[in-house]
């Protein structure tokens, strides 16, 4: 019948050992797999707050600006965890957010905080055509 070890028999904790083997080794292929290639494909990362950017436009114009602002930060972290802090786009994803403050949550002091680090990222940004009124370039330009 086979030897037991703690009321297993010998084939199933041979069994039990080995799938336990093969989810720690899983697991650490997947967490060492994802962190470097993320960090180190800034390009991908680049386009993916590029996307992230098109589609919180596409929320503001419809005035959806919670999803706005949600897909704005969302583009904030890849750009952090890409190493892309300093980026154009990064500036971008920065103005876009002010903007969402301003038009949609009417919040002053934090799109003007998000307009700063555009402009200290970018000194020469200016206003997205698509979303430039009249209201929001007097307080982009403060």
């Not at 993320?38 to 929320?59: H, M, T, Y």
């Not at 301003?102 to 990222?121: C, M, P, T």
Request: charged letters at 25%; a positive charge; proline letters at 4%.
């Amino acid at each position: 019948m086979g030897t037991k070890v703690l009321g297993w028999p010998a084939a199933r904790l041979l069994a039990a050992r080995c799938l336990a083997l093969t989810l720690s080794v899983s697991t650490v292929a997947v967490v060492l797999s994802a962190g470097p290639a993320r960090a180190g494909d800034p390009k991908k990362a680049r386009e993916k707050i590029v996307e992230f950017n098109k589609q919180a436009l596409l929320s503001y114009d419809a005035k959806d600006y919670e999803t706005a602002k949600d897909l704005l930060t969302k583009a904030l972290k890849e750009a952090k965890g890409a190493a892309l802090e300093d980026d154009k786009m990064t500036a971008r994803t920065y103005l876009h957010l002010g903007a969402v403050y301003w038009v949609g949550f009417q919040d002053q002091s934090v799109a003007l905080q998000n307009f700063s680090l555009a402009k200290k990222i970018r000194p020469d940004i200016q206003l997205t055509p698509s979303i430039e009124t009249p209201d929001l370039k007097s307080i982009f330009d403060m």
